[in-house]
């Protein structure tokens, strides 16, 4: 079986700068490092998701408090945040029998702004 990297597997379309495409594969992210960066993408596509974060951006909020916030239940936002938890969006912290979520770090904050400053510009 071949792997997909051998030539007889590539496309035969021409190269009109070859040195651009060494460039860009000597740049290329790691496998592993796509791969997640991907799961992130695609956490984020999802519009309940996004109203989660975008919650969390300005405070904490309970599981409770989220799903009235969404206006779903407390079990789909259990879902919800524990995705984004696996994928270190957000973070939760334990008050007695309360878990408070916020988002993971500034980064998450940044990275959630930048993107809404792209789609308002």
């Keep these: ?21 060494a460039g860009a594969r000597r740049k290329a ?5 796509t791969a997640q960066l991907a799961q992130v993408f695609k956490a984020l596509g999802d519009p309940t998701r996004l ?4 919650a969390l951006a300005n ?3 309970c599981v409770c ?10 079990s789909a936002v ?16 334990r008050c007695g029998p309360v878990l408070y979520y916020r988002l993971d770090d500034a980064h998450v904050q940044r990275l959630f702004r930048t993107a809404l400053e792209h789609i308002r510009e």
């Design 78 to 93: 259990s879902h919800q945040l524990r995705l984004l938890r696996q994928l270190r969006l957000v973070a939760n912290r």
């Design 59 to 61: 405070d904490e909020m």
């Design 29 to 33: 992210l790691p496998e592993k490092e």
């Design 65 to 74: 408090d989220l799903a009235a916030f969404l206006e779903l239940t407390e």
């Design 51 to 54: 109203k989660v974060l975008w």
């Design 1 to 21: 079986m071949a792997s997909p990297t051998d030539s007889a597997d590539r496309c035969r379309c021409r190269i009109i700068h070859a040195e651009r495409v």
